[in-house]
């Protein structure tokens, strides 16, 4: 059984690249689990430190409570055991989010990906969120990692409440997907006596990121171009920031394409281009128009990547 | 069983006003179905042409989707025959939105309120939004009521996306909570040919919205001040203007209070002055502070209310 | 020499429709007197209370301090006496507004209307406007009408605020242009004890703010449909809400063409097809496309204005 | 006299770091000639590469246009020649801004930097304000930096304007205050091919901005800790990125303080504390109070500043 701790009070480990992988669907619409094998089975031979199943990109709100918690044990049982599987188990009531938390965690999840609850978004004050986070992470059997994305949710986790939950034996860090790097520097300073790890929500500022103190990233784009993103990461990590840099650059508006401009839909486009399986998103997520593919093919091709 | 539209082709009527009901809970979170039957005995007195169930004040988002039913069914159970259910259906997904309207049908429901889906809220343009509602009216076995409140989803349905849907034979209307009158107008004059009926979704513009040719309300404020607020729409409808005018005055900011300055937890609070259950609501909505009560306390008496 | 309040004590009526009018320049942007004139001849014949002069669509940034009070006195020795002159002084310091309003003044006229600062929006806050606005109306020789224009200043002039300044013997109304019926109903209410007067900022809500108490309009649309504008007026005044609503019904999107769709240019080019002079603005401001044109078109002849 | 670009045709070299420097007043609000000498001679002995005068920080809004211009000519006066002196001379209207650049360049300012015009944000697009800069660039005597600061404007130059605008021979780089770090590196990779020139827009992400590929920053921190600030700059340049991390990581909380937490006044207040010449601000902007001053000096001592 793990615990929430390991026996020298250290915090889990979670250092390093992660896709935020994607939902195959058969033409009906249902999950296909045969499809999602095929692409773990690729991920598997790239240096990931794992996967996070049921992000934003895994279309988790069109998922049904049992079709989340069994995409993350079908995951968990096709990889490798040393990647780790972080299960996004955000729900709007703490109490469904405490649920989902243990359900996943049985599921085989190796720590939770809390997104804020938003739909009272103007409710939503530090003194609510130190709330909820506390009490998913004072019940849940695994870690758990806070998750700031505030092109989806329209609310941004206040500085002062992740402070205040860096202190919490059970958070081991905070994905943050807003891109703000001086907010990103800034929780790095002010949990420095924490073992506190943030992650860059996005391959877009991803060597900015560590320039100021991430260490590692849950970036859709990982989802194409995954070697390419673990290879920034190592740049980084060797101190290479010149050859970073060049890599960078040419990581932005593949990135920007199947995220903020076009969403899911590219995402699920481009993998396709790159072997993975992509396919149609859910209802109400429309498919791209033959405009948009033809762009979002431009955003990778003028990089170099097509 | 109901048809889509009766046999003279006319769609269902929806005029009046209704109260988005809260849900109470007991102690350990659980729907207090006893509390929420006191109140239905108390609403039946009051002039409403029915009540809105699983709306924004509903705490939806904090239900589980059997309860969502299952305080549907109660409702309409304990509710006389001739006061309209109408219930939130809206789903993120389309899939999930269509099943839960049939769901809503099945348990009582005179006609669904589905909300814009809005976790992406960047691809939910109108090509996207008349897809998602098409489909849903398609196949509900009960009128459907759109529904837009962007201080929740942070979207707006779209002028040109609402004319369109207008013209489906089971879509009957829209709930308008975002308050711009200049729009909810235009909506009106655009959708002229079609017997398609707009509700303010608010007591703070009711007056407003009646000049310039709603039809109805939802107010979260006719949970509190049921009377007042049919007295409001009955001044409205015999062209008594002036006496409106001066009792719009004294609704706003009682109404301002219980919905975005304090929210949900000010209207239970608010409903327990007033006679009802109201009670606390499900985290990660915060109790009102005490200062904040004071305050809310204040806009209710300086109105002449309390 | 006018005084800030007459004998009796009452302030300024300022009730009734006002255009705020453009600005015509010759092709060298320079401001074309001539033009002007004729247009000021024509608006003469039309039974508005008056004209407001630098407001947003006379392009009063783009204006020099000499032009901006230039302009109005040519307006004032142009218009017949009955009709006011009312000027926009606003600048971004105290300082500057209250030499501008002391110098509008002095060109003729009757009120200046103040618009909130607002390049350092994030500092002004109530404290700040009303320390602004005090200074300004304790210093002007004529009225003072504040002045809310979120879609460019990015700033809400706070309703604490407006209430707290409608106290000032020297301050007569305000014009809203934000559209808020529910804000400009609790002004309303919350200014009844004083003398203070309400006018809506343009012609898309009039109706609806009639109905909760407004006095008059300042509305850009009145520069091209100035008779229509005054019959609606008229016919919200003798209690004829039916007529009004069809009325208003065919000025919004008019209106909405000539403000936030398209702006001043649209204005301009809307005023030659009815017989003033528009012209082009200065730059940046860029001439409209022939494809905008054909739409700008659309949107009054599908009214039935063209 | 200067010449757009050098003999050998290449742009002028800008990198380095620049104080937007405050504008003193006296009791009257007049310019402070005297004062602002004194910090004139103090910043001379800090390793800036130049001033800038005029920019957000300056108050230049509060300026009349003439005020602008002496300014600037004093600082020119009194600053060692080997300090570049980059002038703000942007206006709302294009005409204006071509002649306060013509008269900047007279005043002796080596470079103007043009803030986007904002007032009609709505139709502020890129045709625009590639025109506006287009002529701003083509008749002004000294190169051109433009200006992106959103929190004032509400306004980003689009990326693409910034890349079409990089291809004239008289605009040599941008200050992007908007602290999107993905957007900063997407700057420098699509205008790698031209000589332009990317300065962050604060210390906060100044350390990211050049681990992207910036070569220098005008911070408004800098009028207060202009030695740390440039020792941040050499730390970057020199590759010594561990201390870098450490020392911007301090100035974090201070910069957030003196900009977007409390604004300008809170610059001149901390001025004072480290030897320079502040004082009040112009009106509208209001002194601090004694609780905000409290909180300010906490975000320099907590940072071991004071």
Request: aromatic share 8%; charged share 20%; net charge neutral.
């Amino acid at each position: 059984k793990r615990t929430q701790a390991d026996s020298a009070g250290q915090r889990m480990d979670i250092r390093g690249i992660y896709p935020p992988i994607a939902t195959p669907f058969t033409e009906k619409e249902d999950v296909d689990y045969q499809k999602l094998n095929d692409n773990l089975q690729k991920y598997a031979k790239i240096p990931f430190r794992g996967l996070v199943v049921q992000g934003s990109n895994g279309e988790y709100p069109y998922l049904m409570a049992e079709e989340r918690v069994e995409v993350v044990r079908r995951v968990r049982q096709a990889l490798p055991r040393d990647k780790l599987v972080i299960a996004g188990s955000g729900c709007e009531s703490t109490m469904a989010t405490v649920q989902m938390s243990e359900q996943m965690a049985q599921a085989g999840a190796d720590a939770v990906l809390v997104v804020t609850p938003c739909f009272y978004r103007g409710r939503m004050d530090s003194r609510a969120l130190i709330h909820h986070y506390t009490k998913v992470a004072d019940s849940s059997p695994v870690p758990v990692v806070l998750y700031s994305v505030p092109a989806n949710t329209g609310l941004d986790l206040p500085v002062d409440a992740v402070v205040t939950l860096s202190q919490h034996p059970n958070i081991v860090g905070i994905k943050d997907s807003g891109g703000d790097i001086t907010r990103i520097a800034l929780i790095i300073h002010k949990t420095s006596s924490e073992d506190f790890q943030v992650l860059a929500g996005s391959a877009g500022f991803l060597l900015a990121a560590y320039s100021v103190g991430a260490v590692g990233g849950v970036c859709a784009l990982a989802n194409v171009l995954g070697q390419q993103v673990c290879q920034l990461e190592e740049l980084c990590l060797t101190g290479q920031w010149e050859a970073a840099k060049a890599l960078q650059y040419r990581l932005i508006e593949p990135n920007i394409a199947v995220t903020r401009k076009f969403g899911v839909a590219a995402l699920k486009q481009a993998m396709e281009w790159f072997g993975y399986h992509g396919g149609s998103c859910r209802f109400p997520l429309q498919p791209l128009s033959e405009a948009d593919v033809r762009v979002l093919r431009q955003d990778f091709s003028s990089n170099g990547w097509l």
